[in-house]
């Protein structure tokens, strides 16, 4: 029984890492992120979005584990969280003790 509630734990990560995952503009941020930190203004400018947009993406990414910030006084720098890795054209996702790989991000 309690394999089952573990499995299904794992499962509903993953729907909402999949979740975050099907908008392009979280997947934008991801692919910059993974190229180095970021300030909010950075990625703002990048992509070419209002910074509200940008920051309200960045919170969903932020509560989803896949990113994390730091202060440096005034400004916030994102980056990719420990369980969120890049290599050269992928990003692998720690969750649910599972890793899941989005691959070609070039």
Sequence with gaps: MASKLL???AVAELCNLFKLLSDPTRLEILTQLSQGEFTVTDICASLDLPQ????HHLGLLRMGHCIVNKRNGKTVIYSLSETTKA???SLHFAVGGQSVTVADLT
Excluded: L, M
């Design 7 to 9: 499995q299904r734990e």
């Design 52 to 55: 509200p947009t940008v920051s």
């Design 87 to 89: 290599t050269k054209n």
